[in-house]
């Protein structure tokens, strides 16, 4: 039997682990959020996470920012919304900010061309990791698994294979699977 959920005992606390989630997130934190909050501090099931993840998806801004804002609010108000953006963006920035002189600095060293190269193939392998993980969750989705499989093959096949853009293939296959899910629904 799955343990019980937790909820986050302060502000404080969310301040705290958001701000480790995005400590570990260099190149992409929505996998480590999902370890974090679903695995790891069980504050959420994986089914809640992907209906957070769905509303930051479609609010403007950084998906990441607005999970931590609707979860944060969700627990404390204004406060805890406030403190788990906080956590998202206060240190985070600070060391970018630190990055950003030294890659001034070191921009034209091969060693350091590499090490990017290899970040952005580590940030596809979070990103791959975490769809497989929450896979399973598929089946309960209104879509249901085939039409999911369909539309992340044509998402792939726009953006990486014919090289579209993202905008318009997001709001050409999103605004299908909306209409679908929404026909199913009914």
């Given amino acids: 039997m799955a343990e019980p959920l937790r909820t986050p005992a302060s502000p404080l606390e969310l301040f705290r682990v958001f701000n480790r989630l995005a400590l570990q997130g260099f190149g992409g934190v929505l996998p480590v959020a999902q370890r974090e909050l679903v695995e790891r501090e069980r504050w959420l099931t994986r089914e809640q996470f992907l209906e957070l993840l769905s509303l930051g998806q479609v609010l403007p801004g950084p998906n990441i ?45 091969p060693q350091v061309v590499g090490a990017l190269r290899g970040m952005g193939a580590v940030a596809s392998g979070l990103v791959i990791a975490t769809a497989l993980k929450l896979a399973p969750t598929l089946k309960k989705s209104a879509l249901g698994v085939p039409a999911c499989v369909v539309l992340a093959v044509l998402t792939f096949a726009g ?11 997001v709001l050409a296959l999103g605004g299908a699977a909306c209409a679908l899910a929404w026909r199913r629904l009914k």
């Avoid at 060391?95 to 921009?107: D, E, K, N, S, T």
């Fill in 65 to 109: 920012v607005n999970i931590a804002l609707l979860f944060g609010d969700r627990h404390f108000g204004w406060r805890g919304g406030a403190a788990a953006v906080a956590g998202m963006l206060v240190v985070p920035t600070l060391i970018v900010l630190v990055l950003a002189l030294v890659f001034a600095q070191w921009r034209d060293q």
């Fill in 159 to 169: 953006v990486g294979g014919l090289r579209w853009p993202m905008a318009w293939v």
